[in-house]
């Protein structure tokens, strides 16, 4: 109750959340995958986070009492609620919600007042996510982030956008949009600014930025035709040369590509320093190092902050100091100035954000390598509201979380549903078809060799059980298709009607998400989501 | 004949003596197959660009042999050295026994 | 997410008997090395209609490129002219599924080396 928040919060100040002791003469300042959430919320981190392959039990793939004993956190603690699921629902009562853009404002303003050259690189997913953000097509967190002056992004769930809107914004930004791996596809010549050189603490500061190699083929390519992406190894490679040559003394990788791609990325790519990585969402309290690079992962939905202090000596990295600052909005006073511009983005939205739609008495999240509340709350909505015997949801990593008791708004729903491509299909496929799309996506996210994997989770599926042996290879990860609702296997020759969102392709039909699992909502008043119970894993 | 085909190239318009240039090449050229069907489930007849040829000053640069497996606008990028000034010649062979071809000069800088 | 008509198919033992064919009519039956020749592709394609590769082979005289699970492997063969100025070529291919794509270069001394990689070529949807 109320005692126990306040006496979890005095134990908490902001000075403690701050402190820092400044090393070296260069520092860099991390934010990630905001997903347009631009007020403080609920995320509870993944239960499940396999690793197959070399990367078994490697971080990020440790969660929960692993997580905690691996760190050295105490349950319990403001960082055990912050960065694992144990204890979710009790200690997001003590502990509160976390992140808030105006919140974030006042961390790097304390940060830049104890070094006041130092460098905020925004590492993309920003301008998606949100009620707001749909509604502007990101014009509030284009006005949000510009007063928090980043120096740099790089870019994914952006181009969903559209290229004119993305390029459009694009012109207007006072730092560049980074890109080295976008490409136009007639004359393979390079699309965007590949890096940018910095002085800072009398060091030459190369960041590259990296978007999110998958971009055409895990999002609606036709939304940015004429782009490719693509890990190019190989152009990383030559971009790090030019920088070197160019006489950078520190080479900062901003990525997109997900924690594993980096983390093979720096064991094959000589003289990059720091990587600081996304499009994961994995919050990790200290780097990674492969041989000599760090591997920052700074989290998602403005949970955390990185400060990351250097001490960069002729064209050497010499040490480093870290911290993974996590955002706890109750402790953490917001900055007046960037709290008004939230609410001036809020106020033309204000009733529809704020209209009830019922409420839950479940606890809804979605993070995990499968099943999430969320999605079976979605799934049961496809399958209810479109008369469907199967429904997919997709193994997104976005989506704020919400406790039981909670009422769920329209900004609730569409935290986890706000996309440019969210008709709700509803097709005929053979059950064939159903294993080969679970396959595709199974070897999207566990192919042993990280390059050939899209860093999603798996396609949630209500209606329908399985079993994935995570080990084995593509064709045969997946077995024990079961029709849930008579119990009888999944007939590869027999046609089921399957509903979904978020198709990829350009034609698709069908009412937006939102408001089939609006009319759910609104019918069940209050929501109920049962274990899921469907999906067995085995073989990591 | 196939229709609406439209060789264009990227190449430098003047180089140093002896240096190596980069060439991009792209035609417009549905490069049909053989293996697909139309509505009524008659196979499509095969008809693409089979070889594509670069020369300088009548010596080789590059000469490509095509399957259908190359994608629809055949693409082509390679590096060429330019001895001197002179022209150099595109030349696209297609099925249908058209022969396309384009030139570009290149002056010595 | 992913409602989409689907035709992955994964190379046929014929396919790859066939490439096989391809490489020892190229080289006269004669075994391949390795090292020499640098084969570039994506790892996933964006487009199975449309895979960008590149072949770099330093003195060769000509490299031939199979996709070695189409239903024909055939996909070029690049012969190096006097003024090529490097035996290096990029284009643009076609995939039928996920495959090996095989670059085999026949060297001016008259060996043979190769390389491939796999390409996938995946459905797509979902993401972080
Ligand atoms: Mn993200
Ligand atoms: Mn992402």
Redesign the pocket.
């Known amino acids: 109750g109320n005692w126990a928040k306040l006496a979890a919060q005095q134990a908490l100040t902001q000075d403690q959340l701050l402190e820092f002791d400044t090393f070296g003469n260069v520092t860099l300042m991390h934010v990630t995958?905001i997903h347009g959430q631009l007020k403080p919320i609920y995320f509870r981190e993944p239960e499940i986070n396999l690793g197959v392959g070399a990367v078994n039990g490697l971080p990020p793939h440790v969660t929960g009492e692993d997580f905690l004993k691996m760190f050295d956190i105490k349950p319990g603690t403001p960082e055990a609620y912050a960065l694992t699921y144990v204890d979710f629902v009790s200690l997001a009562k003590s502990y509160g919600r976390m992140g808030g853009l105006d919140r974030v404002a006042t961390v790097l303003n304390a940060i830049r007042a104890d070094r006041p050259d130092a460098l905020l690189l925004d590492g993309?997913?920003t301008w998606h996510g949100s009620y707001t953000c749909l509604k502007t097509e990101a014009q509030d967190m284009v006005n949000v982030m510009n007063a928090l002056k980043p120096d740099a992004m790089t870019s994914?769930?952006e181009f969903t956008l559209g290229i004119d809107r993305v390029n459009e914004i694009v012109e207007g930004l006072d730092f560049p949009f980074l890109g080295a791996n976008i490409f136009d596809a007639e004359w393979d010549e390079p699309a965007y600014e590949p890096y940018q050189m910095f002085e800072r603490g009398g060091a030459k500061i190369a960041v590259i930025g990296q978007a999110?190699p998958y971009m055409p083929i895990a999002n609606p390519g036709w939304m940015f035709p004429g782009l490719s992406f693509g890990v190019r190894e190989e152009r990383m490679y030559e971009v790090v040369q030019e920088v070197r040559d160019a006489g950078a003394d520190l080479v900062v990788v901003l990525s997109?590509n997900?924690f594993d791609v980096d983390r093979k990325m720096a064991g094959q790519v000589p003289g990059i320093d720091v990587i600081l990585t996304?499009?994961t969402h994995d919050a990790l309290p200290e780097p990674v190092l492969v041989g000599n690079t760090l591997l920052i992962a700074s989290g998602s939905n403005g949970k955390f902050v990185t400060r990351l202090d250097l001490d960069v000596q002729n064209g050497q990295m010499m040490g480093f100091r870290h911290k993974l600052i996590p955002i706890f909005s109750d402790v953490i006073e917001p900055d007046a100035d960037v709290a008004t511009l939230i609410d001036e983005q809020r106020a033309p939205y204000k009733a529809e954000l704020e209209e009830v739609l019922g409420t839950t008495d479940t606890l809804l999240y979605r993070r995990g390598n499968f099943n999430g509340t969320w999605d079976d709350l979605i799934c049961n909505a496809l399958i209810e509201e479109r008369e469907a015997d199967i429904a997919l949801s997709p193994g997104f990593?976005w989506a704020p979380s919400l406790l039981p008791g909670d009422p769920i708004t329209r900004e609730d729903l569409f935290n986890a549903t706000s996309m440019s491509y969210p008709a709700a299909y509803r097709s005929e496929m053979t059950g064939e078809t159903l294993n080969v799309i679970m396959e595709d996506v199974a070897d999207n996210l566990f192919n042993p060799d990280p390059y050939y994997q899209q860093?999603g989770d798996m396609v949630r599926v209500g209606g329908m059980g399985y079993h994935i042996d995570v080990s084995k290879p593509q064709g045969s990860r997946i077995t024990n298709m079961t029709l849930l609702k008579t119990g009888e296997p999944i007939d590869p020759a027999r046609s089921y009607v399957v509903s979904g969102w978020a198709s990829v392709n350009e034609d698709t039909e069908g009412p937006a998400i939102w408001d089939v699992v609006e009319s759910y909502i609104k019918r069940m008043g209050t929501v109920h989501v049962d274990p899921n119970k469907s999906v067995k894993v085995t073989g990591p | 004949m196939a229709e609406g085909v439209k060789p264009r190239v990227k190449a430098p318009k003047s180089a140093s003596a002896g240096e190596t240039v980069v060439i991009k090449t792209l035609i417009s050229h549905q490069m049909e197959s053989g293996q697909r069907k139309d509505s009524d489930g008659n196979v499509i007849p095969r008809s693409i660009i089979n070889r594509f040829t670069c020369d300088y000053n009548g010596q080789n640069i590059i000469d490509v042999t095509l399957a259908p497996a190359i994608s629809t606008n055949p693409y082509f990028e390679f590096e060429a050295v330019i001895p001197d000034a002179g022209d150099m010649k595109f030349t696209w062979y297609d099925d249908d026994g058209s022969v396309y071809e384009e030139t570009k000069s290149v002056a010595i800088a | 997410g992913a409602g989409v008509a689907v035709t992955l198919m994964l190379p046929a033992r014929g396919a790859l008997a066939a490439a096989e064919d391809r490489i020892a009519e190229f080289t006269g039956g004669a075994a391949t090395g390795e090292g020499g020749i640098t084969l570039t592709t994506p790892e996933i394609a964006e487009n199975g209609n449309t895979v960008p590769i590149e072949v770099d082979a330093p003195g060769a005289v000509s490299i031939m490129v199979l996709a070695s699970g189409n239903p024909t492997p055939d996909v070029c063969t690049f012969n190096f002219g006097p003024l090529a100025g490097a035996q290096r070529a990029s284009t643009r291919i076609r995939l039928a599924g996920t495959q090996d794509v095989v670059a085999v270069a026949k060297m001016a001394d008259g060996s043979f080396v190769q390389a491939q990689n796999t390409v996938k070529v995946t459905i797509g949807g979902c993401?972080?």
Do not use: C, E
């Open positions: 995958d993309g997913d994914h769930w999110f997109h997900g996304g499009h990593r860093g | 993401g972080g």
